[in-house]
């Protein structure tokens, strides 16, 4: 009778237990990817929508005051450039066309406009010869190298490294304080552009640039902040981790080139020993001096998650899971990530939100790599927070105070043309593209190696 009694109360112990268990760590289920795909899709046709009808013709549309704008005297169509691979990888060939043939048949660079040479590139240059490789279109690679040869006049300062912007119409440049993504960051699409009209100039140009940059790196294998490219000396000796790191990565893998890939194993050595923050729970890449290496400051920006992607795609899968796990913390901390915060003290220091892709895009890649339904489910957490705070009737408007979630009457290109793309592609089926064969830019267009 005992014993009987004895085993009732250890059977009644255990199921409690096991009760205990499954509320503390419930068991969710798991994301419908063909519906979440589904999902993205029609949040990116409700912008793309609203764009044509109140931006069309112009830059970028206005989402609360239903307006539009543009960035110089003259309309370039940033949006409709930067957007149109994103439109054709998500199976919206009617609207893919009808952009193409708009940007095509309309988009002219002769004109007198000062344009900022680094933009012009990422959102244009890109967006026309992804769309090219996408669509076999030989307008939009006229376009492109016409760009191009309106843009070379910035590599002729003393050094090669490119003055920031420059005359469409006569060539003439300003701007000789720069910065490493800026300098650094260009030879994905001028190598592309290279290679797919055979002439090596945008090449070769674009890759002093990066040589001559990390030929500037210090005894530690740092760079600055802040440069002057006609004297070639460091303003701002403050290092981090940029585009241009990513660049040399991002080189190798699409043309080959071992110098790029010797620059990355050298400066990504030299980050994750230097500008690696490895805290008792966390992971992130605060700011060090180049000279002696010490810390500067502790903060982290929302661009800065991407670099998770690299990572990843460098098979540091170690660190890449870690420092998306930290970017994490920023959607569930605030919200939605904040332009910049200080993560040792965890507050915001730029309270705008303006819905950069670099934690998508890390999620993306290391779903990829590694299966795990994790990245799935903080898909979901992105997408939800940003339907929740920025999504209007006007379509979806950044924030401009992450706090009170008062919202500004913009919406940047890289929202359609990288954010809702690799959002997309994370629940996409995985024969839409292959991320090892189609190397992303900067601004997410994918450049396939076709030559």
């Known amino acids: 009778m005992k014993r009987s009694l004895?085993?009732?109360i250890l059977l009644v112990c255990v199921l409690t237990t096991l009760n205990g268990a499954d509320q503390a760590n419930p068991q969710t289920a798991p994301v419908d990817k063909a519906q979440m795909a589904e999902k993205v899709r029609q949040e990116f046709l409700l912008n793309w929508n609203n764009y044509k009808k109140y931006g069309w013709g112009h830059d970028m549309f206005k989402p609360l005051s239903r307006g539009h704008c543009d960035w110089h005297e003259v309309p370039l169509y940033l949006t409709a450039v930067d957007a149109m691979d994103t439109l054709y990888l998500m199976g919206f060939q009617k609207e893919g066309d009808e952009a193409r043939e708009f940007v095509a048949t309309n988009l002219s660079f002769d004109h007198d406009i000062h344009v900022k040479n680094y933009e012009m590139v990422i959102r244009i240059m890109g967006g026309l010869l992804s769309t090219y490789q996408i669509t076999g279109d030989k307008r939009l690679l006229a376009l492109a190298e016409d760009e191009g040869n309106r843009l070379l006049p910035v590599f002729k300062s003393e050094t090669g490294m490119p003055y920031t912007h420059v005359d469409f119409k006569t060539g003439?440049?300003?701007?000789?304080?720069?910065?490493?993504?800026e300098i650094g960051s260009l030879l994905l699409e001028l190598g592309t552009l290279s290679k797919l009209t055979g002439k090596p100039i945008y090449y070769d140009k674009a890759k002093r640039a990066m040589v001559e940059l990390y030929n500037r790196r210090s005894p530690l294998g740092l760079i600055g902040s802040t440069m002057n490219v006609r004297t070639g000396k460091w303003i701002d000796p403050a290092d981090g981790f940029s585009n241009f790191h990513k660049t040399m990565l991002k080189c190798q893998q699409l043309f080959g080139d071992k110098d790029c890939?010797?620059?990355?194993h050298t400066?990504?050595?030299?980050?994750?020993?230097?500008v690696a923050d490895d805290t008792a729970n966390d992971l992130y890449y605060g700011q060090t001096n180049m000279f002696t290496g010490k810390r500067v400051s502790t903060f982290f920006s929302a661009g800065g998650a991407s670099f998770g992607a690299t990572l990843a795609s460098s098979g540091d899968l170690v660190r890449a899971r870690?420092?998306?796990?930290?970017?994490?913390k920023m959607w569930a901390n605030f919200g939605m990530d904040p332009e910049k915060f200080d993560y040792q003290s965890m507050k915001v220091i730029d309270p705008r939100s303006v819905m950069r892709g670099g934690a998508v895009e890390s999620a993306y890649y290391l779903y990829y790599y590694t299966k795990d339904p994790r990245y799935l489910e903080m898909g979901v957490t992105f997408l939800e927070a940003m339907i929740r705070y920025c999504k209007t009737d006007g379509g979806y408007a950044e924030l401009w105070n992450l706090k009170t979630k008062e919202k500004n009457d913009e919406l940047q290109t890289f929202f359609l043309a990288s954010t809702l793309k690799y959002l997309y592609l994370l629940y996409a089926p995985p024969e839409t593209i292959d991320p090892t064969k189609s190397i992303f830019s900067v601004e997410a267009h994918p450049l396939k190696r076709t030559w």
Request: hydrophobic share 40%; aromatic share 10%; no cysteine.
């Open 267 to 274: 400066s990504i050595t030299a980050i994750n020993k230097y």
């Open 322 to 328: 870690r420092l998306l796990d930290s970017s994490y």
């Open 172 to 181: 003439a440049v300003q701007g000789e304080i720069s910065n490493p993504t």
């Open 261 to 264: 890939e010797q620059m990355w």
């Open 6 to 8: 004895l085993a009732v």
